[in-house]
Every structure is written in C-alpha cells, then in structure tokens.
C-alpha cells in the first residue's frame, strides 16, 4: 500500500521560502514512477506545481513557479521536496503530494494519479 506524509506547510511573507516534503512509503523502487505536487486554492481546480520523474530526474515546473520553486528527490530516504522561494499571496493554497506508480512519463493531469498525500497549508501574506 503506497502512503504519502507531507510536511513543511506554514504561513509566510511574501518574499519568504518554505520547503514541502513527501516521504513515500509502499515501494521500494524508480522504475515508471512519477511523484510531484499540485495545489488547491479556495474556489479553484487543482493545479499541477511541480513534477519529477523518479528514474531519470527530468523535472517540469508550472509556468507561474518556475524559477522560484525546485522539485528534487533524495533516493536514499524515498522523498520528495518542494522548495518555494520567493512567495506571493497567490501561492496560498493547499499543497498535496501525487504518486503515478506505473507510468513512461509525468502527466500534468491531477486525475493520472493514483495516490496522494493529506495536504499541507501554505499561506502567503502580502
């Protein structure tokens, strides 16, 4: 059985970092994986933030986050980390971790993903 934890949510300045966490559990291995975040905000859909696929590395960032959040992994503990520079009021919402278990690359769709974190909060204030 996959699980995702996430960590790291909080409330922050604009201007200020935070770094989400997900630590996977229920498999042991990269091969056709992808995990990443999407967030949700009041009244919207759920948006892809970020995306990494597992055995190679290759990244994809939203375009309203690129070049201020980084998705990276650390194989050895099985997590995955979002790290937000920079923040905007616009980036309040709810983070969630996504799991793809069996799958040749990320999709930037939440409904390919089988498996998700509880969500984390991650408030902005201007």
């Known amino acids: 059985q996959v699980q995702l934890v996430e960590s790291g949510g909080g409330s922050v300045q604009a201007g200020g970092s935070l770094r989400l966490s997900c630590a996977a559990s229920?498999?042991?291995?990269?091969?056709?994986?992808?995990m990443g975040w999407f967030r949700q905000a009041p009244g919207k859909e759920r948006e892809v933030v970020a995306l990494?696929?597992?055995?190679?590395?290759?990244?994809y960032h939203a375009d309203s986050v690129k070049g201020r959040f980084t998705v990276s992994r650390d194989t050895a503990k099985n997590t995955v980390y979002l790290q937000m520079n920079s923040l905007k009021a616009e980036d309040t919402a709810l983070y969630y971790c996504?799991?793809?278990?069996?799958?040749?690359?990320?999709?930037?769709?939440?409904?390919?993903?089988?498996?998700w974190g509880q969500g984390t909060q991650v408030t902005v204030s201007s």
């Open positions: 990494i696929y597992l055995s190679s590395s290759t990244t």
């Open positions: 229920g498999f042991t291995n990269s091969v056709r994986k992808c």
């Open positions: 996504a799991a793809d278990v069996s799958t040749v690359s990320c999709a930037r769709v939440a409904g390919s993903y089988d498996y």
